[in-house]
């Protein structure tokens, strides 16, 4: 089959994932986040099944030529990726030898104005990934200014999240995108040719913070790494792609605490090495960049890091302990 990366969509480090899956003919693999499809097209020139999961039901509805022209190796399953564990099951399928995820927004929603992820072009203030509940003008136009301070605070890692926040409420109400940019920027007094380092637009962490939260992203990293621990075979592999600190932090401390790299415990906490469950993950792979040529070709790069570990035949760990990831 044409395994053409689709225009719209660059995967970032394509290569290093598809090397860290390691997939071979007729194994089964999971895309966790199918987006415009650029990894489950390489990951089916390999022979392998593969179930890609998306919440957005243009990339489901999109996706559908893949499928088409997949030979019956591929099927697409609208649902989070959280939920790949129950979704696989209901499809006779318990374990798979690769799992595949992207974490955060995709191109595809960022070039698209309507979907009102970017404030790079003109569009309603959006953001929902599944299209659906409340979105970011519903909660921008509700909310109370402390609990928008922070939501930008904690998911922007902004330390200006007060003073955003009452500028939006004096604001509102608040409809498009441009409009929140340029409350941001006046908030902060952002002159892009001023001071050093002033060429980064102070709105791309105000997005970043009310995405997340709408979208309960880092939750759903949480819940979707636990879900791809109990669902990979012994021997499996684990690759994840990540694009910022608040991300890459929760991957690490999972590949590290589930790989038994997990610092021991103290006088004061005696009991963290010993009550651990056995490692589910052998030690994780060197975290990986991309290099410079891949950054030259797409800027949207500039910020991810690949980490990846294969399974081993411990259980999984338990709920109880997934909740400290």
């Known amino acids: 089959m044409n395994a053409a990366v689709d225009s719209r969509h660059a995967p970032v480090l394509l290569d290093e994932v598809i090397a860290a899956l390691d997939l071979a003919v007729d194994e089964i693999h999971v895309d966790a986040t199918f987006g415009a499809g650029g990894y489950t097209r390489a990951m089916l020139s390999s022979g392998a099944k593969i179930y890609a999961f998306d919440r957005d039901p243009d990339a489901i509805a999109e996706g559908a030529a893949l499928v088409a022209e997949s030979d019956g190796r591929l099927e697409l399953v609208a649902r989070r990726f959280s939920e790949m564990r129950d979704a696989l099951s209901e499809r006779g399928v318990e374990q798979v030898d ?3 995820m992207d974490i955060g927004v995709s191109s595809m929603q960022l070039d698209r104005a309507e979907r009102g992820f970017s404030f790079q072009a003109e569009g309603p203030l959006d953001m929902r990934m599944e299209q659906d509940g409340e979105s970011a003008a519903d909660f921008l136009n509700t909310a109370d200014e402390a609990i928008i301070a922070d939501i930008i605070y904690a998911y922007g890692e902004e330390r200006r999240s007060r003073r955003i926040a009452h500028a939006i409420v004096e604001a509102r109400p608040i ?43 880092l939750d759903e990293l949480r819940d979707g790494l636990a ?20 991300e890459d932090r929760i991957v690490k401390q999972f590949l590290r605490e589930r790989g038994g790299q997990m610092p021991g415990g103290s006088r004061h906490l005696p009991e963290a090495a010993h009550n651990a469950p056995p490692a589910s993950f052998d030690k994780p792979a060197k975290p990986i960049r991309p290099a410079q040529a891949e950054l030259d070709r797409n800027p949207r790069a500039r910020s991810a890091t690949l980490r990846s570990a294969r399974r081993n035949g411990a259980p999984p760990w338990p709920a109880a302990r997934r909740a400290s990831v």
Do not use: C, M, W
């Open 98 to 100: 690769g799992v595949a």
């Open 175 to 217: 409809e498009t995108t441009s409009q929140l940019a340029a409350i941001v920027r006046k908030a902060v007094g952002y002159k892009p040719y001023g001071s050093k380092g002033a060429n980064k637009d102070p709105a791309t962490r105000t997005f970043q913070a009310i995405r997340i939260h709408l979208n309960r992203e």
């Open 227 to 246: 879900a791809a621990e109990a669902v990979l075979a012994p021997g499996g592999r684990l690759a994840v792609v990540t694009f910022h600190s608040l």
